[in-house]
Nanobody, 119 residues
Framework: QVQLVESGGGLVQAGGSLRLSCVAS????????VAWHRQTPGVPRDLVAR???????DYSEAVKDRFTISRDNAKNTVYLEIKNLKPADTGKYLC?????????????WGQGIQVTVSV
């Protein structure tokens, strides 16, 4: 099993910035694609950013200018930096990862962490 734990969220003012972290632990050979999703009550979760094993990144159109996803493979950690926060960024951010577990590629989800942007 793989556990994903997000941290770094909280209440921030519009215009500020923060960095979310997703730390993977457990028994696995490697993390492949890792993604950040966002969900709000009554709204389906959406993919905001993902990073591949190679380091290549992919962003949704809405966030590509302000969000930066990165990874530190040595620490099994993926980050999401958000600049110039807007109220629309408010939501629960969940980390999802594809991991090689015992030779099988499996998907895992973190519990999510709340980001609330005040005005």
């Amino acid at each position: 099993q793989v556990q994903l734990v997000e941290s770094g969220g909280g209440l921030v003012q519009a215009g500020g910035s923060l960095r979310l972290s997703c730390v993977a632990s457990g028994s696995f050979f490697s993390l492949n694609t890792v993604a950040w999703h966002r969900q709000t009550p009554g709204v389906p979760r959406d993919l905001v950013a993902r990073i591949f094993r190679s380091g290549a990144t992919d962003y949704s159109e809405a966030v590509k200018d302000r969000f930066t996803i990165s990874r530190d493979n040595a620490k099994n950690t993926v980050y999401l930096e958000i600049k110039n926060l807007k109220p629309a960024d408010t939501g629960k951010y969940l980390c999802a990862a594809d991991a090689d577990v015992g030779g099988d590629l499996r998907s895992f989800w973190g519990q999510g962490i709340q980001v609330t942007v005040s005005v």
